[in-house]
C-alpha cells in the first residue's frame, strides 16, 4: 500500500523559507506513470494547488506561487521536497503531498494524499 | 474567491439525494473533461472519490455519482447517510495546466 509522509518544521518565522519534504513508501518515486505534489489548505479553508514534479525533475507550479516554490526529487530517497520562500501568515496551512497521474496513463486526479503537516507562520 | 464556484453548503436527511454544483468556465471545467471529486472528513486528508467527471475509485461506493454540462460538474450522492457528513471539493485542469479547485461545500446530514 502507497504511503506518503510529510516532514519538516512546524514553525516558520516570516520572511523566511519553509521546506518539507514528502516520503513516499509501498512504490516507488521513480516512475513514468505519476506526478508527485503538493496542495495546502489554510485552516478553515479551501484546498490550493502549488505544483507537482515528476520523476525526472520537471516541474509544474501555480502561477500565483511561482515566484516563491521550487519543488524537487531524490528518487534515491525516494523523497520529493517543497521549499516556499519568503513568507507571511497567509502562507499559514496545512500542506499535503500526494500522487497524481500522468495523463493517458491514468487520471489526471490525486489519488493517495499524506496525512497533512500543519505549518504556521510567526515570529 | 475560488476559481470554481461550489455553494459553501448543502442538506439532506438520511435516504435522501443531494447534488452538489461546481461552476467555472470555458477555460477549465467546460474544456476537459477530467473533473475530479473529492470528500474530506475533519480533520483527515481528501480522499479523491470521483475523476474523469463520472468515474469512481476502486472502493468508493456507487452511490456517489457525477456529471457535466458545460461548464458546470455536478456531484450526487444518493441514500445519503451519516458518515457522508464532510466537505466536498471539485477540481479542473484548465488551458494553462493549472489546477484549480471549489471553494468547497459542507455536507450535513440532518
Known amino acids: 500500500q502507497l504511503q506518503l509522509q510529510e516532514s519538516g518544521p512546524r514553525l516558520v518565522k516570516p520572511s523566511e523559507t519553509l521546506s518539507l519534504t514528502c516520503t513516499v513508501s509501498?512504490?516507488?518515486?521513480?516512475?513514468?506513470?505519476?506526478?508527485w505534489g503538493w496542495i495546502r489548505q489554510p485552516p478553515g479553508k479551501g484546498l490550493e494547488w502549488i505544483g507537482h514534479?515528476?520523476?525526472?525533475?520537471?516541474?509544474y507550479y501555480s502561477p500565483s506561487l511561482k515566484s516563491r516554490v521550487t519543488i524537487s526529487v531524490d528518487t534515491s530517497e525516494n523523497q520529493f521536497s517543497l521549499r516556499l520562500t519568503s513568507v507571511t501568515a497567509a502562507d499559514t496551512a496545512i500542506y499535503y503531498c500526494?500522487?497524481?497521474?500522468?495523463?493517458?496513463?491514468?487520471?489526471?486526479?490525486?489519488?493517495?494524499w499524506g496525512q497533512g503537516t500543519l505549518v504556521t507562520v510567526s515570529s | 474567491q475560488s476559481a470554481l464556484t461550489q455553494p459553501a453548503s448543502v442538506s439532506g436527511s438520511p435516504g435522501q439525494s443531494i447534488t452538489i454544483s461546481c461552476t467555472g468556465t470555458s477555460s477549465d471545467i467546460g474544456g476537459f473533461y477530467d473533473v475530479s471529486w473529492y470528500q474530506q472528513h475533519p480533520g483527515k486528508a481528501p480522499k479523491l472519490i470521483i475523476h474523469d467527471v463520472s468515474d469512481r475509485p476502486s472502493g468508493v461506493s456507487n452511490r456517489f455519482s457525477g456529471s457535466k454540462s458545460g461548464t458546470t460538474a455536478s456531484l450526487t450522492i444518493s441514500g445519503l447517510q451519516a458518515e457522508d457528513e464532510a466537505d466536498y471539493y471539485c477540481?479542473?485542469?484548465?488551458?494553462?495546466?493549472?489546477?484549480?479547485f471549489g471553494g468547497g461545500t459542507k455536507l450535513t446530514v440532518l
Open positions: 514534479t515528476y520523476y525526472n525533475g520537471n516541474t
Open positions: 509501498g512504490g516507488s518515486i521513480n516512475t513514468l506513470n505519476y506526478y
Open positions: 477540481s479542473s485542469y484548465n488551458n494553462r495546466n493549472s489546477l484549480l
Open positions: 500526494a500522487r497524481r497521474g500522468v495523463e493517458g496513463v491514468h487520471p489526471r486526479s490525486f489519488d493517495y
